[in-house]
């Protein structure tokens, strides 16, 4: 299989819909960058690594670091994770209150907003400094110590995220954070602020290609049940309410970010990022969208 050919025909299919979107301005920092870039990295277990456009562009992977955080958390509590969220489809946006009020403090799954409040409070009860931990962990992931939280998206997140400030005192008031909310929140904004670009995550992902085992070292992060649980949630929720169409498309266990980057992965081949800022109605980068659809039509590789 030729990747780079493969990627290089997607990009060029895939430009026209550059300026067809639009970005996440509702976080200020967010609204700043220009919409019209478009980069995808893929990276095998073999070692091998094929990249095009904006692979090398470093932007917030927002709710993309709700799978390492789901990760840290499995690694902590196993099984009991879910006592706590779900692992539904929501159905709904992402940061639905109402969902929440009529479930009665329990998340539909933890990577809808509530559900990553809920899995950062598990962090916030297991770590003295979690942000770092969350950090460090991606970092290792990535193989790389330049990531770094970007201090203007954090900023704009703690002025803007009055929505998340109610999820979480709602999950409170039903007893569903151990925590201080201003610490959860502190922290979960922390994780969204991110910066990483299509070859970073890439790298990082791989784990999850890999059966739950740090390809680099073969250290075991989750175990091989694990690993299948989490790229089974990725594949059902992990587009938010697109998840259905995203696993009809596309055919794959992947996580998007309002930031615009999105993630799949291939069991025991390979994971690929992609990374295009402008947003569908949905809250999922639309070229983003169509340039995996192309990429498990073009190769014929998918977990079907």
């Known amino acids: 299989m030729d990747y780079q050919q493969v990627l290089e025909e997607i990009y060029h299919e895939v430009r026209p819909l550059l300026g067809k979107g639009k970005v996440a301005d ?35 992977i927002q709710s993309i670091s709700k799978v ?27 940061n639905s209150l109402v969902q929440l009020e009529y479930e009665h403090g329990k998340p539909r799954n933890p990577f809808i907003n509530a559900g990553a409040l809920v899995i950062t409070d598990m962090l916030v009860s297991r770590f003295q400094h979690p942000q770092n931990n969350i950090l460090e962990f991606i970092r290792k992931q990535a193989n790389d110590q330049r990531i770094i939280i970007d201090d203007e998206v954090l ?16 999950l409170k008031s039903h007893g569903n954070l151990e925590n201080k909310v201003s610490a959860v929140l502190a922290t979960y904004f922390a994780h969204c602020s991110i910066r ?22 073969g250290e075991p992060l989750l175990t091989r049940s694990q690993a299948k649980r989490l790229n089974s949630v990725m594949l059902t929720c992990g587009c938010y309410d697109e998840a259905g169409d995203f696993a009809y498309r596309v055919g794959l266990p992947g996580k998007s970010g309002v930031g615009g ?15 295009s800022p402008e947003l569908n109605s949905k809250g999922n980068s639309l070229a983003g969208m169509k340039a995996l659809e192309l990429f498990t039509t073009k190769t014929g590789i998918s977990v079907f």
Not at 68 to 94: C, H, I, Y
Not at 155 to 170: D, H, K, R, V
Not at 262 to 274: D, N, Q, T
Request: proline share 4%.
């Open 68 to 94: 390492f955080t789901l990760a840290l958390a499995m690694q902590d509590k196993g099984e009991e994770v879910w006592q706590r969220v779900g692992r539904e489809p929501s159905g709904n946006p992402f």
């Open 155 to 170: 900023s704009s997140e703690q002025a803007t995220g009055f929505t998340n400030a109610a999820l979480a005192n709602y």
């Open 26 to 60: 509702y976080i200020p920092a967010l609204g700043k960058i220009n919409g019209q870039q478009m980069g995808m990295s893929l990276r095998t277990l073999a070692g091998e690594h094929y990249s095009v456009g904006d692979f090398s562009t470093c932007y917030s």
């Open 261 to 275: 980057g999105i993630v799949a992965v291939i069991p025991e081949r390979c994971s690929l990022a992609v990374w």
């Open 196 to 217: 990483m670009n299509s070859e970073q995550l890439s790298q990082a992902f791989l784990f999850l290609a890999n059966h739950g085992n740090d390809p680099l070292t």
